[in-house]
């Protein structure tokens, strides 16, 4: 018998100038302060790293609790037959392709729409050579808690992860039987199985407003 554990400690995303954020379902918004949705005060908030509302710097908590345990059996039945039998746990990195990382997250990726035309395309709004003559919308940034929610309310919160979230991982174990025939002839049947527990998802419209 072999035994072993692993203890895992993911990391988190940070970024130089605090420019990350998740998402607090259960904190009142102060964009919406006094508004309500049929009788219901407004929860959801993007809350800033190193912010009050978020006083770490990194995206989301780091989880220190991780451990992936290991353990391995062989065991030989007689002089020709050997069962063999394997799990653990095994914690995803951050990296992976569920992705925590805070590439274009919506606080810092802004589209500033262009008129092309106010007259049906008689003729064009306004000319190539300054075709924003408003200048662009800026991202929120790390902006103030309260304006930032202003400009985030009633839109999509793209990449913006739960602030708390159950790692995922994937359970793996197998079960093997290995035979000697004669002739020097050896024959092997084995299982081998995988589940993903908590593993993350996009589009997932769980929560909606009443």
């Given at each position: 018998?072999?035994?072993?554990?692993?203890?895992e400690?993911?990391?988190v995303?940070s970024?130089?100038?605090?420019?990350?954020a998740?998402?607090?379902?259960?904190?009142?918004?102060?964009?919406l302060?006094?508004?309500t949705v049929?009788?219901?005060r407004?929860?959801?908030?993007?809350?800033?790293a190193?912010t009050?509302?978020?006083?770490?710097?990194g995206?989301?908590k780091?989880h220190?609790?991780?451990?992936?345990?290991?353990?391995g059996?062989?065991?030989?039945?007689?002089e020709?037959?050997?069962?063999?039998?394997?799990g653990?746990?095994?914690?995803?990195?951050?990296?992976?392709?569920?992705?925590?990382a805070?590439?274009?997250q919506?606080?810092?990726s802004?589209?500033t729409?262009?008129?092309?035309?106010?007259?049906?395309?008689?003729?064009?709004?306004?000319?190539?050579s300054?075709?924003?003559p408003?200048?662009f919308i800026?991202?929120?940034?790390?902006s103030?808690?309260d304006?930032a929610?202003?400009?985030?309310?009633?839109?999509?919160?793209?990449?913006?992860?739960?602030?708390?979230?159950r790692?995922?991982?994937?359970?793996?174990?197998?079960f093997t039987?290995?035979?000697?025939?004669?002739?020097?002839?050896?024959?092997e049947a084995?299982y081998?199985?995988s589940?993903?527990?908590?593993l993350?998802?996009?589009?997932?419209?769980a929560?909606?407003?009443?």
């Amino acid at each position: 018998m072999t035994a072993g554990i692993r203890w895992e400690i993911p990391g988190v995303w940070s970024e130089r100038y605090n420019r990350v954020a998740s998402f607090s379902p259960r904190e009142l918004n102060p964009a919406l302060h006094g508004i309500t949705v049929k009788g219901e005060r407004s929860y959801g908030a993007v809350d800033f790293a190193n912010t009050p509302q978020k006083p770490e710097k990194g995206m989301m908590k780091e989880h220190f609790r991780l451990f992936a345990p290991r353990l391995g059996l062989a065991y030989r039945l007689n002089e020709k037959t050997v069962v063999r039998a394997g799990g653990g746990i095994y914690y995803l990195p951050s990296t992976l392709q569920f992705s925590v990382a805070p590439w274009a997250q919506t606080i810092n990726s802004y589209a500033t729409q262009w008129l092309a035309t106010t007259d049906g395309g008689v003729t064009p709004a306004d000319s190539i050579s300054n075709p924003f003559p408003n200048g662009f919308i800026s991202t929120p940034g790390n902006s103030p808690h309260d304006k930032a929610q202003a400009l985030l309310v009633g839109g999509g919160l793209s990449n913006i992860p739960l602030q708390s979230l159950r790692w995922p991982y994937q359970e793996q174990w197998n079960f093997t039987v290995q035979r000697q025939l004669p002739g020097g002839v050896a024959v092997e049947a084995a299982y081998a199985g995988s589940e993903g527990v908590h593993l993350p998802t996009g589009g997932l419209q769980a929560d909606f407003l009443p």
